[in-house]
């Protein structure tokens, strides 16, 4: 079946997910220079954090192994690596405006602990984690789906734009664009096939909400896959 994805619709891009529990939500937050300071404000987030990690990780890999069928094992550990190293994690903590929301210890805070990469990111997964427990995977996979999927897709490109092989061959990029414009996956059909058995040549086309947008032939169904792919490329980019 073919996968979808949530869009910015279904919530609100820049808005962290609600978490009901207050005790947790605050321990989310809580970094342990504020836990120093006043020994009663409950636990600090590094446990949060470790298992934040794993969720992200988790939910991350596979949002790219479902939206880059095509790409290999090695491109999508790297592509996987940049979207939730450091830097990239505290820009989008940024963005959902966890800096303003943390608990720091008046050193921390003084230090610029608010802008700082390191606790952003730590805060983050933390906060993954708090809404994990609460809400599950499946309203983790609603919320970091829209969140990743543009910044994978730019991360996608200039990588392929970079490397001797594509990080995203024409299938994977026919995908990007139907994705954006339909938010629904192409779907490929082989029409015919021909020759002999040790020769045979096979026909490929490709739609998108039933619209046939590329024809292509080869010796494999996947490369006639592709030839289909690349053949939609250049029709979408001439409209």
């Given amino acids: 079946m073919p996968v979808t994805f949530p869009t910015t619709s279904t919530l609100e891009m820049n808005q962290l997910p609600t978490i009901k529990n207050e005790t947790l939500r605050l321990s989310a937050l809580t970094h342990r220079s504020y836990v120093n300071e006043h020994p009663k404000a409950g636990e600090h987030n590094e446990r949060l954090e470790f298992l934040g990690d794993a969720v992200l990780g988790f939910v991350v890999g596979e949002l790219l192994y479902k939206r880059y069928p095509d790409v290999s094992e090695a491109h999508l550990t790297r592509l996987r690596a940049n979207l939730v190293d450091e830097k990239q994690l505290a820009k989008f903590a940024s963005q959902l405006g966890i800096g303003d929301l943390m608990r720091l210890g008046k050193g921390a805070d003084k230090e610029g602990g608010r802008q700082n990469p390191a606790l952003l990111s730590d805060t ?14 499946d309203a983790v996979r609603q919320f970091i789906y829209p969140l990743f999927s543009r910044v994978a897709d730019s991360i996608a490109v200039q990588q392929s734009d970079t490397e001797p092989k594509n990080l995203v061959d024409p299938k994977g990029r026919f995908q990007q664009w139907a994705l954006a414009n339909f938010v629904e996956n192409p779907t490929y059909s082989i029409i015919d096939e021909s020759g002999l058995d040790h020769a045979k040549e096979f026909t490929a086309e490709v739609r998108v909400k039933g619209k046939v947008y590329g024809v292509g032939t080869g010796r494999r169904k996947q490369d006639a896959e592709k030839r289909a792919a690349k053949a939609a490329l250049k029709k979408v980019e001439v409209e």
């Avoid at 983050?124 to 995977?137: K, Q, R, T, V």
Wanted: net charge negative; charged share 15%.
């Fill in 124 to 137: 983050l997964e933390a906060y993954m984690a708090a809404y994990y427990i609460e809400s599950g995977i």
